[in-house]
C-alpha cells in the first residue's frame, strides 16, 4: 500500500514517519512536511498596535506565558521520541493545501496526516482517503493548540489522549476509526502527558495503517454532536493557572 504522511518536523513526526516506513505491506512514497512560519509582517503588527493595543498585549501576555510550556514540551519530547532521520527527503511547503499537484504524482492509496493545519479543498478534491491523528479524544477534544493541556486545564485526566479518524472539511470532527486514552500517572508533568497522549496515537494509527494495508477495511463511526472545538485564541494566562493547580492537586483517582 503507497502511504504519503503530511506533517510538521517535530520529534513525534520524525518518529512516526520512521515507523510509517518500517510497516510490513506499507510503502512510504512521500512526506510532505509543512513549514513553521508566520504570515504576521511587521507593518501588520505595527497597525494592530494602533488599532488595537489592548488585544496586541493580550497576545503577547498569552505568548509569554505559554513560552514555558511549549519549552517543556519541546523537550520532553526530545528526549521520549528522540531527533530520528527522516525515512526520505520531505517535500517542503509553506501551505499544505498548496502540495495538491506533489501529492496527486505520487499516486498514493492513503494519506495519513499528522500535526498540519486544517486540510482544505484542493487537497480533498484528488479524492484520497486522508487518516488523521488527532491528539485529543473526539468528539470531547477537538481544535488546539494542545488539546492534552485542555483536558488538564478543566480537571478532566480521563479525557487525555488521541483519536485516528477521516478528515472532513469540519474541525477534527471527521468519522472515528478509534480512540486511545493515556493515562496521568503520579508526577506526571503538562510535557510528560502531551508526549503519552501522542505515543498511544502513534500506536493507534500504526495499528490502523497496518490493518488498511492488509486489505481489509477500518469501520468508521460519525462523531457525535457533543463535545467542543477549542481555539488557540481561548488559551491564556488562567487557563495554565489551572492546569498546574489541577496537576498539584490532583486526587489518586484521577491518577
Known amino acids: 500500500m503507497r502511504v504519503v504522511l503530511l506533517t510538521r518536523d517535530y520529534p513525534w513526526h520524525r518518529a512516526l514517519a520512521a515507523r510509517l516506513a518500517a510497516l510490513p505491506g506499507v510503502e512510504l512514497v512521500g512526506i510532505v512536511q509543512q513549514a513553521d512560519s508566520t504570515t504576521r509582517t511587521w507593518a501588520w503588527v505595527r497597525r494592530m498596535v494602533f488599532k488595537d493595543p489592548i488585544w496586541v498585549l493580550r497576545k503577547v501576555l498569552n505568548r509569554l506565558f505559554f513560552h514555558a510550556f511549549i519549552e517543556g514540551i519541546d523537550r520532553e519530547a526530545l528526549r521520549v521520541f528522540g531527533r530520528a532521520a527522516w525515512p526520505l527527503e520531505p517535500h517542503l511547503v509553506g501551505d499544505i493545501n498548496g502540495a495538491a499537484d506533489y501529492l496527486q504524482s505520487l499516486v498514493p492509496d492513503l494519506v495519513v496526516v499528522s500535526g498540519t493545519r486544517l486540510v ?52 477534527d470532527s471527521g468519522p472515528i476509526i478509534g480512540t486511545a486514552k493515556a493515562l496521568l500517572e503520579p508526577g506526571d508533568t503538562a510535557a510528560r502527558c502531551c508526549c503519552r497522549a501522542v505515543e498511544a496515537g502513534h500506536e493507534l494509527m500504526l495499528a490502523s495503517v497496518a490493518w488498511l494495508s492488509s486489505g481489509e477495511s477500518l469501520a468508521a463511526q460519525p462523531q457525535e454532536a457533543t463535545g467542543r472545538t477549542y481555539y488557540a485564541s481561548e488559551w491564556g494566562p488562567w487557563q495554565i493557572l489551572k492546569l498546574k493547580w489541577f496537576l498539584w492537586t490532583r486526587s489518586p483517582v484521577d491518577r
Open 120 to 171: 482544505k479543498q484542493p487537497l480533498f478534491a484528488l479524492g484520497l482517503p486522508f487518516l488523521n491523528l488527532h491528539t485529543g479524544i473526539s468528539p470531547w477534544y477537538k481544535g488546539g493548540p494542545n488539546c492534552t493541556l485542555w483536558c488538564l486545564a478543566n480537571g478532566e485526566a480521563h479525557r487525555i489522549g488521541s483519536t485516528v479518524h477521516y478528515l472532513d472539511e469540519g474541525i
